[in-house]
């Protein structure tokens, strides 16, 4: 008898991404570049493998990913690696060996790749998934938080997508975090009879994690749970309140959702994801991401607060067909040039302005560099000139308050007053 010749299939949870899909992850990866580009990140791709301990430390020991999910393995030299499960940790790795922490703050990084993690597959959650990550590092201001919730609403609705809503929350600094995790602890000792057995185990390693269990049982338990709102210091309250009154300004759908809380060691204060307006049971979110002020001090670089988050590609894809987009015909800007001006402003409500003012830059493919999280609006000047742009927009706490904007000539120093409402007008009449 002959023997029958095997056929091979991709492992469980990971698929190949075939010809005929590919214009729509091309395109995909071109708005995020696009976005990327314009909002002054750059690209770095970091390896798929990488030593165990950076995500035992980095992510965390006792989250899930980290117990459950990592496909580790030992190397023929007996060193532990494991394929990435996500970027964050990858990518302070390498900020900090590679001297990136001397760089003018804020550095920007982009990425875009395979994760790997070992869920049980289904719908929406495979082995090998692929994300767009982004990340600012060295910036403390909620400003900045906001910054990066605009750029991935930003992609989402380049790629025609609308119908999503933004979840914040605020998990705070090591301060309140403790105060409040004492509080969740007792309120759940007093419940073990009506908790899961994992969120028994939860209860001793990691509390917070208790928040995110999805069994019935512990979801009515933890309708009643202490919320981390209330027990925020001074500090990261007006912090939470500035990023929910600069996402009303600039009218990105948000709800405060005050059980969110990521599952990851690294964050404070402020945490998001981005989830399908009428979420279904068990559907889960496109994008998300968090600050985390302290990870990259832990990771052994300088204290430097940063903030990041990430979104998945196949969810994305999914929505896209699901909703029957055709975004293959869309035309997308590069942004690949540097910027000819600078968009320099002092104080809050002129940030606010700013990110208006970006947008509309960019929908009239415009490119121009910014520092919003910046006071210092000498110190925002002299990056202007050394960008070498001819013009700096200056948004000071006057102008912000009368609408309008001075437009500086770099070349001749000569300044003139326009109103917000026509800079984009008059700016194309200049740089023509
Ligand atoms: P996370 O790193 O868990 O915050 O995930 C960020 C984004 O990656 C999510 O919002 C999803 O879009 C996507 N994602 C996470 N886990 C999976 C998975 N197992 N399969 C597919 N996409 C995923």
Known sequence: MPKRKRKFNAVSGMFDILPSEYPLWLKIEEVVSSIA????FSKITTPIL????????????????????????????????VLRPEFTPSIVRAYIQNGMESLPKPVKLWSFGPVFRYERPQKGRYRQFWQFNFEIFGDKSPIQDVLLIQIFSDILRDLSLS???VEVNSIGCKECRSYYLRQLKNYYKNRLREICPECEKRLKKN??????????KCQRVKKFAPQIVNSLCEDCHQYLK???EILDTIQIPYVLNPYLVRGLDYYTKTVFEFVPQDK???????IGG???????NQMGGKDTPAIGGAGGVERIIEEIREQKINILAKRVERFEKKPKMFLAQLGELAKEKSLTLLEEFRKNKIIIGENVGKDNLKVQLEQAAKL???????????EALEDTVIIRNMETGIQEIVFIKDIVKEIKKKVK
């Open 37 to 40: 580009n314009f909002y002054g």
């Open 50 to 81: 990488e030593e165990e301990e950076l995500f035992v430390k980095g992510t965390g020991q006792d989250t899930e990913i980290v117990e459950k999910q990592m496909y580790s393995f030992k190397t023929k030299g007996g060193k532990r690696v």
């Open 163 to 165: 119908k999503w809503i």
């Open 207 to 216: 509390p917070l994690r208790l928040l995110d269990c999805k069994e019935e």
């Open 242 to 244: 500035r990023v929910l």
């Open 280 to 286: 279904k049971e068990g559907q889960s979110a496109l």
């Open 290 to 296: 968090g600050r985390y002020d302290y990870l990259i």
């Open 388 to 398: 070498g742009v001819k013009y700096t927009l200056i948004l000071g706490q006057r």
